[in-house]
């Protein structure tokens, strides 16, 4: 933009006409321009950008539809085109848009060293949670599950069940965790993968804000999330593919059902000594407390 050059150069005596006349510049624009350098339009469109940039680092899977849904939900308004336009300034690009070849970018590094070190045991509740995100389709589209497990009892503790794939999923998960163990929770290690959800600033300062401690394994290895697979592993078989899902809703209730109902209530585990999740908390904090 060259009306801070014609600004300058009046500052050190060259007049604007001249300026103006070298610079093929019209002198009523920048007379409007040195009357307000930042437009109203301007400035909706920094902090429309700055909501986008704000979404792009939580979820960096979305593409610009996406990355516009979240500016909106924000209060931002704004047509797809601008979006597109913001976006492709700022290389604000999905992670699945761009193919990347050998030089392409490794995956980010950890947000937390891994503490767990596939050592699946913990000798009290709330001492180690381990938590994932599952997807599954229906007729509507794809249904996706963020689950929290206690090793101590392997309880589901807290989950989050969304239409969309996003780091809140993982704090809604986090905060229904929190809630239904109350305060007790403090220095609690939460292990996950590498997922963006995980490594999202809303997701860090959610640990940091109940005093909980990150967790993380090493990229493309199922083996540091083991036994949270096994429960997914459960769930895929006596749920996800028992049957084709045609709404959203249909599998949402599903899940919980057998979540509430089968999985915590109903199906004995032979690690427990044949005690479901719910029994074996109930009997061991007795135990404790009459102890005590």
């Avoid at 680092?57 to 516009?68: I, N």
């Avoid at 990229?219 to 045609?246: H, I, Y």
Wanted: glycine residues 6%; charged residues 25%; positive net charge.
């Amino acid at each position: 933009m060259s009306y801070p050059l014609v600004r300058d150069l009046a500052a050190d005596g060259i007049p604007v006409a001249v300026t103006c006349r070298v610079l093929k510049l019209a002198r009523a624009p920048y007379y409007r321009w040195l009357a307000a350098p930042v437009t109203a339009l301007e400035l909706r469109q920094a902090y429309l950008a700055n909501a986008l940039f704000d979404a792009h680092v939580d979820d960096p899977e979305f593409g610009y539809r996406l990355l516009g849904d979240e500016a909106r939900d924000a209060g931002h308004v704004a047509a797809d085109r601008t979006i597109w336009r913001i976006c492709r300034d700022g290389r604000w690009w999905s992670v699945f848009g761009k193919k990347r070849g050998k030089n392409g970018k490794k995956p980010g590094p950890p947000a937390h060293d891994d503490l767990v070190e596939r050592d699946f045991t913990a000798s009290a509740p709330n001492e180690l949670w381990l938590t994932d995100i599952t997807e599954h389709p229906t007729a509507e589209g794809k249904v996706y599950l963020c689950a929290i497990k206690d090793v101590y009892s392997n309880r589901i503790v807290g989950y989050s069940i969304s239409d969309r794939m996003q780091a809140r999923l993982a704090v809604d998960a986090l905060r229904s965790a929190v809630q239904r163990r109350g305060a007790v929770v403090a220095g609690c290690v939460v292990h996950s993968d590498r997922g963006s959800q995980f490594r999202s600033r809303k997701f860090l300062r959610e640990l940091t804000h109940h005093g909980l401690i990150g967790s993380m394994g090493q990229v493309a290895s199922a083996g540091d999330n083991a036994a949270m697979e096994s429960f997914f592993s459960l769930l895929q078989k006596n749920v996800l593919d028992r049957r084709r899902w045609t709404t959203r809703t249909e599998l949402r209730l599903a899940i919980i059902t057998w979540i509430e109902r089968t999985y915590h209530r109903r199906r004995r585990q032979t690690r427990l000594g044949r005690l479901t999740p719910i029994e074996y908390e109930t009997i061991m904090t007795t135990q404790v407390a009459l102890a005590a």
